[in-house]
């Protein structure tokens, strides 16, 4: 290599003199490949590693798994309408494999004076977390919810027990005083993760019976309710009991309503074929329905027992920061807008109560357009239009409190048309009183308008049939409200 730099520098100056240019043969070329070849450096030299000391820090990783509804339809949908009671029962098995944070806990590697090629040095690295895999691979059968979680009811009676003997040694150290709050202490420490560990583990299993009732059912809609139900756990036993009569009474009404309604619903998508199945699925549903709603019930009273021993600790929520970005019909990605999405995030709280929509019509509604009036928001979907009042300001984190409050309410094809009085918006109904609201001058109640007459042919072309427009009407006087999610 010196001998290379001495010949380097050398072909430098005499190309100086020369006056040779960059591109010109100079020699150099023909020295660095004698070079080469009289000292040729050793190939698997390049290949050798050294490292003094080598340490890979420890890994914690908890593993959550949920088969989502999506999977389980597209697995029932993939032998056509054809019932396959095979199938039927694989898909309900579905909710037996969900996993609830399994705590994986690698521990670290340390390797000192490591020497030689990649191989050799990856091989105590995989023997290693191997090893340090299969010693933990029991926590994730450990940690199905069927189950009850077995592995977090241990973890919570482990800190309880922990608790109870170490508070009471760390305050005899001190004094006597510090003895009696210690031996307070860890024995309410050691009730509260008793009743939290087991009541929990209670309320898994159960909730997970009610799942798979639910998916036995067949009904999309009821399932996704129930989904949302038990994504809000009680914070109290009070909250239980209400939470779980709201379970029983949503599980009653759908499956006597999925008697009328699937084959309404199943007849306007398929016709014949859609009729004939849900004549089954309404059938199936009366008594699989309630089952589902009443265990689910079971399942928050649990909940809320044991919540209730940690509902007074200070705890921060892992909220979220903003609505979900909204996206229009046109699925262009545009810079957020965080009017646009607090506005569709408002929308999807007020679900749509009509019973002669179907499912998929109701989960396909998509929002258009918002103004801003005096009365409130009015928002514009493809489906209805909805007034919220605007003195209701919920924050885009808050789980806990009640979404803005409806003003009026009505579907598309329930508007008759539209009238402008100076800075008024009066909307004509075929079944109900005008509704109206008022904009801040005349400009903007004129440009409202015109907006609406142009929505106005192309929204209001669908027409409900008449089995479902008797059905809706009927539960709109008996005033049943049970959709709506609980604060």
Known sequence: LRMLSYADEFCAEEADLLG?????????????????KLYPLPASSASKMFFSFL??????????????????????SEGGTVFNPLKWLKNAAGTAIDIDEAPIRLKSLTIEDAYGNTSTLLVPIKKHYLSQILREAYKVLGSLEILGNPVQLVNNLGSGVFDFFYEPAKGLVSSPQDFGRGLARGTTSLLKHTVTGV???????????????????????????????????????????????????MGVFRGVAGIVLDPYHGYRLNGW???????????????????????????????????????CDMTF??????????????????????????????????????????????????YLKMFCTLNGNLIISDLRILMLSSQHHPSSNSRSRKPPPVVFKLLWEDVKGFEHIANTIVIQSKEHKPKQFKLLNEHEALECKRQLDQMFPILSQRRRGKIGAAVSGAVKKLSINIFESSD
């Open 20 to 36: 040779l240019q960059n591109d010109d043969d100079d020699g150099s070329d023909f020295v660095t490949q004698m070079v080469d």
């Open 55 to 76: 340490q890979l820090h420890p890994i914690a990783v908890d593993i959550s798994l949920e088969l989502s509804s999506e999977v389980r339809n597209q697995y029932m």
């Open 199 to 249: 009541f929990g583990a209670a309320s898994k299993v159960t909730g997970k019976l009610a799942e798979g009732i639910a998916v036995l059912g067949m009904d999309e809609e009821f399932q996704r309710q129930s989904r949302m139900n038990a994504r809000r756990p009680p914070r109290h036993i009070g909250e239980g009991l209400v939470e779980g009569g709201k379970s029983v009474v």
């Open 273 to 311: 074929k859609g009729l004939l199945k849900g004549i089954g699925t309404g059938v199936v549903g009366v008594g699989l329905k309630p089952a589902a709603g009443s265990i689910q019930a079971a399942s928050k009273l649990l909940q809320g027992i044991g919540n209730t021993a940690t509902c």
């Open 317 to 366: 929520e892992n909220d979220r920061a903003r609505h979900p970005r909204y996206i229009g019909q046109d699925r262009v990605l545009r810079p957020y807008n965080p009017l646009d999405a607090m506005m569709a995030a408002q929308l999807r709280m007020h679900e749509i109560q009509d019973l002669s929509l179907s499912k998929e019509e109701k989960k396909g509604e998509t």
